[in-house]
């Protein structure tokens, strides 16, 4: 696993098991987030092609939390994961609900949430909720942070449990975790990601491949049968009849 060191802003693959913050977000255009071969620089200043992305500032201010937070190290999903590589990219997408599970904490940027609002308007409105990918990074991990526009922490998954139950309809015990997700039937955790958008219509499969414990092979371009992939892996490790109530 690729990891940012939070004070040196360089990418490095620890030896052993350290403690991490990870980063979720709504992704902006992709030619405005850093990427990896952003960060292959070897200048101590990024160059004013890298500081100029609209991305920048997240970058440096999730860093900045985790650092102010004694972490080491963060995972940012725009800039660890080298995406020319097919296979890196395939591996990282079958590893990210643990990556998201075993990270100290998890910081969710909301991008559309002022400083003035009521926190629950805000939530409600915010358009990471609406996203496939963000179901695992709210689930996966124990400890989640919410921030607004300007980087300040709003509340936390343990503090907005009611509102994010209202919001997602996931069970306020499963999102405390005081019930691990898997004891949910089928139905019930395709229902949480009932309405929710990916870029890529593949991907409406491969973001649940982890609530669902299953790793499969990543095959951009398939369309919809990645979803029918989805469905026989799961068929394969489960005998829960509600999975024939999603289509």
């Known amino acids: 696993m690729r990891l940012l060191h939070?004070?040196?802003?360089?990418?490095?693959?620890?030896t052993g098991v350290r403690p991490y913050a990870i980063l979720s977000h709504r992704w902006l255009a992709d030619h405005e987030e850093l990427s990896f071969q952003d960060l292959q620089h070897t200048q101590p200043i990024f160059p004013s092609n890298v500081q100029s992305k609209q991305g920048f500032a997240k970058f440096k201010r999730a860093c900045e939390h985790a650092f102010r937070a004694r972490l080491d190290y963060i995972w940012i999903d725009t800039c660890c994961?080298?995406?020319?590589?097919?296979a890196e990219?395939?591996?990282a997408i079958n590893s990210m609900y643990a990556w998201y599970r075993d990270s100290a904490v998890c910081y969710v940027y909301l991008h559309d949430v002022g400083s003035h609002e009521d926190p629950q308007f805000g939530l409600e409105n915010a358009e990471w909720f609406q996203r496939g990918w963000t179901?695992?990074?709210?689930?996966?991990?124990?400890?989640v942070?919410?921030?607004n526009k300007y980087w300040?922490?709003?509340?936390?998954?343990?503090?907005?449990?009611?509102?994010?139950?209202?919001i997602t309809h996931i069970r306020q015990d499963i999102l405390l975790g005081n019930h691990h997700q898997c004891e949910s039937s089928i139905a019930e955790k395709m229902s949480w990601a009932a309405g929710r958008k990916t870029q890529r219509i593949e991907d409406r499969a491969y973001s649940l491949m982890g609530l669902f414990g299953i790793h499969m092979p990543i095959i951009y371009g398939e369309g919809d049968k990645a979803f029918k992939r989805l469905q026989l892996e799961i068929m394969k490790s489960?005998?829960?009849?509600?999975?024939?109530?999603?289509?």
């Open 6 to 14: 939070t004070k040196k802003l360089k990418l490095e693959t620890p």
């Open 81 to 86: 994961i080298d995406k020319t590589s097919s």
């Open 89 to 91: 990219l395939s591996e």
């Open 135 to 143: 179901l695992q990074e709210l689930i996966a991990p124990d400890n």
């Open 145 to 147: 942070y919410f921030f």
């Open 152 to 166: 300040t922490r709003i509340g936390s998954k343990a503090t907005f449990a009611s509102i994010l139950n209202e």
């Open 238 to 247: 489960s005998d829960d009849q509600t999975i024939f109530a999603w289509h």
